[in-house]
Antibody
Framework: EVQLVQSGGGSVEPGGSLRLSCSASGIMFSDYALTWIRQSPGKGLEWVAAFYSGSGQTYYADSVEGRVFISRDNADSSMSLLINTLGGEDTARYYC?????????????WGQGTVVTVSS | QAALTQPSSLSASPGASASLTCTLRSGINVGAFTIYWYQQKPGSPPRFLLKYKSDSEKQQGSGVPSRFSGFKDTSANAGILLISGLQSEDEADYYCMIWRSRAVVFGGGTKLTVL
């Protein structure tokens, strides 16, 4: 069974930083493309960042470019999202997703989500 | 103007069919894109339903019933998710998505009510 277990959310003051983590099991992690999606309260889905498996290429949404960094540790089957200079617009539930090799950009597996609240 | 526009809500009766549209902004040709559809129920992450580019390039998600199907209306520059034989369990939010210019783009989502 494929599982993506997320951790690292919480409440942060504006201007602060936060690292979200996602640990995978049940998959050959190194073969999967990884993505972070967020959803503001009561709102729709917003893509944040992606990390391809083969090329190692990373992609970021314009809205977070320069403030957000995605990384992966294939040996540990985990990935992280570092968000700097947090603002109110970053308040959301963040989902990590994994895409089966060759199926990009289908978001095959999703974590349960972790909530980030930016507030003073 | 958003790249993908979805009606915010849609209601339909059990047993009926529901057609959820995803209209691409002028200048973004639906024929060139694969449209991906996701379903999200309250308190759960989204679930991949299907992808559709053409009748020869489409794929159903794992375990997704065949009463969920994808189409395109090229005259309207839109992707369509058709749900036939509506069931109460189909009540959910539905999102369309494309991969464009090295970015994932979502529509705003449609809340489908089955009543």
């Amino acid at each position: 069974e494929v599982q993506l277990v997320q951790s690292g959310g919480g409440s942060v003051e504006p201007g602060g930083s936060l690292r979200l983590s996602c640990s995978a099991s049940g998959i050959m992690f190194s073969d999967y493309a990884l993505t972070w999606i967020r959803q503001s309260p009561g709102k729709g889905l917003e893509w944040v960042a992606a990390f391809y498996s083969g090329s190692g290429q990373t992609y970021y949404a314009d809205s977070v470019e320069g403030r957000v960094f995605i990384s992966r540790d294939n040996a540990d089957s985990s990935m992280s999202l570092l968000i700097n200079t947090l603002g109110g617009e970053d308040t959301a539930r963040y989902y990590c997703t994994a895409t089966v090799a060759g199926r990009w950009p289908v978001l095959d597996y999703w974590g349960q989500g972790t909530v980030v609240t930016v507030s003073s | 103007q958003a790249a993908l526009t979805q009606p915010s809500s849609l209601s339909a009766s059990p047993g009926a069919s529901a057609s959820l549209t995803c209209t691409l902004r002028s200048g973004i040709n639906v024929g060139a894109f694969t449209i991906y559809w996701y379903q999200q129920k309250p308190g759960s992450p989204p679930r991949f339903l299907l992808k559709y580019k053409s009748d020869s390039e489409k794929q159903q998600g794992s375990g997704v019933p065949s009463r969920f199907s994808g189409f395109k209306d090229t005259s309207a520059n839109a992707g369509i998710l058709l749900i036939s034989g509506l069931q109460s369990e189909d009540e959910a939010d539905y999102y369309c998505m494309i991969w464009r210019s090295r970015a994932v783009v979502f529509g705003g989502g449609t809340k489908l009510t089955v009543l």
